[in-house]
């Protein structure tokens, strides 16, 4: 079974340790399936609009498209350097200091307080029966490294990622000097794809009026 991928120092990371991925569950056959099939009907409409077709079919094909692609396809989630937890989600990547990290939870999504705020990541996430029911091996064995189901494998990893911050940093989950730790989290809005979603929802709503 695929586990976290250790990589070589990321570009611009100046001779960091590294990056630890984590793929996703789910979602990425439907998107892709989503946004291809949104891209044909918009070369298509576009080839075709002198011949009648509908610029709102257009519009509203890039707009779901672009919704996929940010939903199902954008989202991501890794560790850099042993000390960041990066969770880039449909609009925004949000960066959490491990050490700062008071609660993480992952059932059918991963859902991580910090900076007594609560940061959620659809990339990894158990069925709703498993998110309700007790954790196990993949197998139904003893629950070793190898045949252990990955959701239990990425939490156990993170919980572990999490302790070892929090000690190199000497505190306590909760405590004080846990919520003053100097930059918990930073957050970058994925101008992007916002632009792309806003524009193509204008383009349709222009169409439709016309």
């Given at each position: 079974m695929?586990?976290?991928i250790?990589?070589?120092?990321?570009?611009?990371?100046?001779?960091?340790?590294?990056?630890?991925?984590?793929?996703?569950?789910?979602?990425?056959?439907?998107?892709w399936?989503?946004?291809?099939?949104?891209?044909?009907?918009?070369?298509?409409?576009?080839s075709?609009?002198?011949?009648g077709?509908?610029?709102a079919?257009?519009?509203?094909?890039?707009l779901?498209g672009?919704?996929?692609?940010a939903s199902?396809?954008?989202?991501?989630?890794?560790?850099?350097?042993?000390?960041?937890?990066?969770?880039?989600?449909?609009?925004?990547?949000?960066?959490?200091?491990l050490a700062?990290?008071?609660?993480l939870?992952?059932r059918?999504?991963?859902?991580?307080?910090?900076?007594?705020?609560r940061?959620?990541?659809?990339?990894?996430g158990?069925?709703?029966?498993r998110?309700?029911?007790?954790?196990?091996?993949?197998?139904?064995?003893?629950g070793t490294?190898?045949?252990?189901?990955?959701?239990?494998?990425?939490?156990?990893?993170?919980?572990?990622?999490?302790d070892?911050a929090?000690?190199?940093?000497?505190?306590?989950?909760?405590?004080?000097?846990q919520?003053?730790?100097?930059d918990a989290?930073?957050?970058?809005?994925?101008?992007?794809?916002?632009a792309?979603?806003?524009?193509?929802?204008?383009a349709?709503?222009?169409?439709?009026?016309?």
């Amino acid at each position: 079974m695929s586990r976290a991928i250790s990589e070589g120092p990321a570009t611009g990371d100046g001779g960091a340790p590294g990056v630890e991925r984590f793929h996703a569950t789910s979602g990425r056959v439907i998107g892709w399936l989503t946004v291809v099939i949104a891209a044909g009907i918009a070369i298509a409409g576009v080839s075709n609009l002198r011949d009648g077709f509908s610029p709102a079919v257009v519009a509203g094909a890039v707009l779901v498209g672009a919704l996929a692609w940010a939903s199902m396809l954008r989202p991501a989630l890794w560790v850099r350097d042993a000390d960041v937890l990066v969770m880039r989600n449909m609009f925004e990547t949000v960066e959490l200091r491990l050490a700062a990290v008071e609660e993480l939870a992952l059932r059918q999504f991963l859902a991580v307080r910090a900076a007594d705020r609560r940061w959620v990541s659809p990339v990894v996430g158990r069925s709703w029966r498993r998110s309700t029911g007790r954790r196990g091996s993949s197998s139904g064995g003893g629950g070793t490294v190898a045949d252990m189901a990955y959701p239990d494998f990425v939490e156990d990893r993170l919980r572990a990622l999490v302790d070892d911050a929090r000690t190199a940093a000497g505190v306590r989950p909760g405590s004080a000097e846990q919520l003053a730790l100097p930059d918990a989290v930073r957050r970058q809005p994925a101008w992007p794809a916002i632009a792309v979603v806003l524009v193509s929802l204008l383009a349709l709503v222009v169409a439709l009026a016309l």
